[in-house]
């Protein structure tokens, strides 16, 4: 293919689990439509948004008729595990490409992510994932959450194409997890003898959370269906070990003056742990902003890892949708 040349993949279908994303869906479909090659389809599953996601893309594709846009609304509020397997059921393609809202493809993007499909006769392919950093604070979130920039072998299930016939025989997603869906998804073709192949298909993350607040709920909710998916048990044991050290303090120092400043060198090692295992570079300012990042996302996952324990032992009853989180 000549450089800037367009073509359309009779293959390919894109699918986009979308939920109230009105900021994000519309720049995505645009960056679709404008990459080195053109997918047979586009399908967005509405996963029940509340706000104009359905009403944007519905115009959107009026005023794109050069491209194969399907709409799939889902009945009620749903996870992402089933939005996508709504969209796979839809798809008329022999390849299915996952993308996320609120990721940015390169413009060669779809064209890398199924060239090993081709040249290595790969079944499942992981492109890349970038954070896409504007401000201090997202630099020093992306230092604490992201692998290092050389790590090739990370699975990114927003930023993958997989052929249909293996998604139809290892069953698609879980459909009842909030989160850690991916991880369940991600395991089972690990379990299966499949072709992979990593490619250098890049997409940019825009989504940090944007206070410690939001960060702790986050880190909580992925813990807690963590705990529901049975992906949780290394977690469990960091963030029990983590407990113990906080509980034991007290008791070891007999001082409040002495414990906080344990607590603050423990929480400052734990960051440096991070953000130097990463090899990144940060100035003081977002050296703060890690130390109460790392702090919000270890209790966080404290905190979910015990709510997901107690509720799958004593109150969660519920099979299929959450009482917890109802939506994406």
Not at 219 to 240: C, I, P, Q
Request: include cysteine; charge should be positive; glycine fraction near 8%.
């Amino acid at each position: 293919m000549e450089t800037g040349e367009t073509r359309n993949d009779s293959k390919i279908s894109v699918v986009i689990p979308a939920y109230n994303e009105q900021t994000t869906i519309i720049g995505l479909l645009d960056d679709i439509k404008n990459g080195t090659l053109l997918p047979y389809e586009i399908i967005v599953v509405d996963a029940g948004s509340t706000d104009d996601t359905a009403m944007l893309v519905a115009t959107w594709a009026i005023n794109n008729k050069d491209i194969n846009l399907k709409l799939v609304r889902s009945e009620g509020t749903t996870y992402p595990g089933r939005a996508r397997n709504l969209g796979v059921a839809e798809a008329s393609g022999e390849l299915i490409a996952f993308i996320d809202c609120g990721l940015i493809p390169n413009r060669t993007w779809l064209e890398d992510l199924v060239r090993p499909t081709k040249t290595e006769n790969a079944e499942v392919v992981w492109g890349k994932c970038m954070p896409k950093c504007d401000t201090l604070w997202e630099e020093a979130f992306a230092s604490i959450v992201e692998p290092k920039s050389t790590d090739a072998s990370r699975r990114v299930v927003a930023n993958s194409c997989i052929t249909k016939e293996l998604f139809n025989r290892i069953g698609g997603f879980r459909e009842d997890l909030r989160a850690a869906e991916d991880l369940l998804y991600k395991r089972t073709i690990a379990s299966q003898e499949v072709q992979e192949s990593f490619s250098e298909a890049l997409t940019w993350y825009t989504g940090y959370p944007t206070s410690y607040a939001k960060a702790l709920k986050k880190w909580m909710l992925y813990a807690e269906f963590d705990v529901y998916a049975g992906t949780h048990r290394r977690k469990l044991f960091l963030s029990s070990l983590q407990a113990g050290i906080v509980l034991a303090t007290p008791f070891v120092f007999r001082s409040i003056p002495k414990t906080t400043l344990f607590f603050v060198v423990l929480a400052i090692l734990r960051t440096m742990v991070s953000v130097c295992g990463r090899g990144v570079r940060l100035n003081a300012i977002q050296w703060l902003y890690a130390v109460g990042i790392a702090c919000s996302i270890d209790l966080g996952r404290g905190l979910g890892l015990a709510n997901g324990l107690y509720k799958k032992h004593v109150r969660f009853r519920t099979k299929g949708v959450s009482h917890i989180d109802k939506g994406f």
